[in-house]
Every structure is written in C-alpha cells, then in structure tokens.
C-alpha cells in the first residue's frame, strides 16, 4: 500500500507543478486562457496574481517531493503537505470553482487516506 501512496503523491506533486507552469507561465496564453477560462484581458489585469499562486503550487509540489525522498522518515512531511492541499482544495472548491473539489482535494485526500493505510494507522 506504501507504493502506492507513493505513486498518489507523485502525481499529486506532479500535478502541483503542472499548476505552477500554468500559472507563472502560461497565463495569458492559449492553455492558460482555456484552463481557466479567462480572456485575454482578465488574465493580463491578474498575470501577477497568478505568478504568485503558481509559486505557492510550486512550495507545495516541493514539500511534497521532499516527503517522498525521505521515504518512511518522510511520513510527517508528507502528511503535512497533503492537508495543505486537502485545505486548498477544499477552499477553492468552496470559493473559486467546484471543479477544485475533484482536481486538488479528492487527489490529497487519497493520498492522506493511502499513506495513513500503508502505515497501518487506519
């Protein structure tokens, strides 16, 4: 079960870093404009706002990757990092979009129920 919580937060991070790119990068672009449905001059008024949040995704991919490197001294880390997902998620989602729901918290969810399973604590 640890391998696969492994592999859930692998994705998890890789899919934090994949915001990050769309957010400091391709904001104001094709992709960015059509992952979040903005125009052209909305996301020109919020590219900085977005660089910033990008950013926040990036710390959030690190600490995630850096539990994983840790491997089983990692547990702590790992846990910590996916409840900050887990509560970003589930405040966008409340907030922002439900769609966050599905994209950022039900993935940190998972991986905070396998990690906990593959360490017998549930």
Same mark, same amino acid.
């Given at each position: 079960?640890?391998?696969? $919580?492994?592999?859930? #937060?692998?994705?998890?991070? =890789?899919?934090?870093?994949? %915001?990050? *790119?769309?957010?400091? &990068? @391709?904001?104001?672009?094709?992709?960015?404009?059509?992952?979040?449905?903005?125009?052209?001059?909305?996301?020109?008024?919020?590219?900085?706002?977005?660089?910033?949040?990008?950013?926040?995704?990036?710390?959030? $991919?690190?600490?995630? #990757?850096?539990?994983?490197? =840790?491997?089983?001294?990692? %547990?702590? *880390?790992?846990?910590? &990092? @996916?409840?900050?997902?887990?509560?970003?998620?589930?405040?966008?989602?409340?907030?922002?979009?439900?769609?966050?729901?599905?994209?950022?918290?039900?993935?940190?969810?998972?991986?905070?129920?396998?990690?906990?399973?593959?360490?017998?604590?549930?």
């Amino acid at each position: 079960m640890s391998l696969i $919580a492994s592999i859930v #937060i692998g994705l998890v991070a =890789l899919l934090h870093i994949y %915001f990050l *790119v769309l957010e400091m &990068f @391709l904001w104001d672009k094709p992709a960015g404009l059509k992952a979040f449905g903005n125009t052209p001059e909305k996301a020109a008024l919020t590219k900085v706002l977005a660089a910033n949040q990008g950013l926040y995704n990036g710390f959030l $991919a690190a600490g995630l #990757i850096w539990g994983l490197l =840790l491997g089983p001294d990692g %547990f702590g *880390v790992k846990v910590f &990092f @996916l409840g900050c997902v887990l509560v970003a998620g589930l405040y966008g989602a409340a907030t922002a979009s439900r769609k966050i729901l599905f994209v950022q918290a039900l993935p940190a969810a998972l991986g905070l129920v396998l990690l906990y399973l593959g360490r017998g604590a549930v």
